[in-house]
């Protein structure tokens, strides 16, 4: 079969220009049994088949131009619902195609949908009633997509997603590597990688230039009045310096900077001059604080003593 064999539109429902009486509107059931007209449920009923001297009735002309109509009605709707190429002829003599008819454009490939009763505008044309069948969809390479993408669900690929830009003098690379880590790779128009991003699911992302850390990673720091403190994640120390420090039953307590979140993984380390001969140890730490002893045998008591404690932050 060729486009442009004919293809028998029913542009006219048979015996659309009878008089009234000669064409019978089909009902679905025989009204009185045995009159001879026909119904959808017997068609022609059995007394048409009868001989009039054996008390038959014969078949109405009017049923048959029922029928007829009835089924080039159906044959009608189908063809302007179908997807057959739009007629604009066919379309002017049904009064146009209804809302929710799909046809095929003058160029090959497209599809339309219309938009209207009645529609006799021509797909494609400016103001027509008619929107591409596929005008929603990614069709094939080269289709250009106006607007935001809005992907639910997976997007999946086997190539990777290649984003260009509008002069494509660069071109972005992104791919889920067969190792599991997301990878954006920005290249430019001679494919000479110029940048590499890489995202694991532990949540490290590495560049070319090495391990990016997270913003909690970064250190934060600041000064006491003594000294200054540093932190990483919630990992804090402090360095202070105790200006004098004398031998005292049960010791000297010294209060931290900068409180720790609790007692437990608190470490202090404690230094004295080099020249001094001032023997401290310490103990019985807290979140807030500690204790510095001297031993009865230290040769020195009164010197300044140098603190550094680690701990978890507050």
């Not at 003599?93 to 209207?116: D, E, L, N, Q």
């Not at 021509?122 to 289709?143: C, E, H, L, R, S």
């Not at 993408?149 to 190539?159: E, K």
């Not at 300044?304 to 680690?310: G, M, R």
């Amino acid at each position: 079969m060729k486009s442009l064999d004919d293809r028998a539109l029913f542009s006219e429902l048979i015996a659309a220009g009878a008089q009234d009486g000669n064409v019978a509107d089909i009902p679905a059931s025989q009204a009185v049994a045995g009159d001879g007209t026909a119904s959808v449920a017997l068609g022609f009923p059995p007394e048409t088949f009868v001989a009039r001297s054996a008390g038959g009735v014969p078949p109405r002309g009017q049923d048959m131009n029922g029928f007829l109509k009835y089924i080039s009605q159906a044959i009608q709707f189908l063809q302007a619902t179908s997807v057959s190429a739009f007629d604009s002829g066919f379309a002017a003599k049904i009064g146009g195609y209804p809302m929710g008819a799909v046809v095929a454009g003058i160029t090959p490939g497209g599809v339309w949908r219309s938009v209207a009763d009645n529609n006799v505008s021509i797909p494609g044309t400016m103001g027509a009633a008619w929107v591409n069948f596929f005008g929603d969809y990614v069709q094939k390479a080269g289709d250009t997509i106006s607007g935001a993408l809005t992907v639910t669900g997976t997007l999946r690929s086997d190539s990777n997603v290649i984003v260009a830009n509008s002069q494509n003098k660069s071109v972005v690379n992104i791919r889920v590597t067969n190792e599991g880590y997301l990878s954006f790779d920005l290249n430019s128009a001679d494919q000479t990688n110029l940048a590499s991003l890489r995202v694991y699911p532990s949540g490290e992302i590495t560049s070319r230039k090495g391990i990016l850390a997270l913003t909690s990673q970064l250190p934060d720091e600041g000064s006491t009045g003594s000294g200054r403190w540093y932190q990483i994640g919630n990992t804090l120390v402090q360095n202070f310096r105790v200006p004098a420090v004398y031998r005292a039953t049960g010791g000297t307590y010294v209060a931290f900077p900068k409180a720790f979140s609790d007692t437990d993984d608190i470490t202090i380390q404690l230094t004295t001059a080099a020249d001094n001969n001032m023997d401290v140890w310490a103990f019985n730490p807290t979140s807030a604080g500690f204790y510095i002893n001297i031993p009865s045998n230290s040769a020195s008591s009164g010197l300044p003593v140098s603190v550094t404690a680690t701990g978890v932050a507050r």
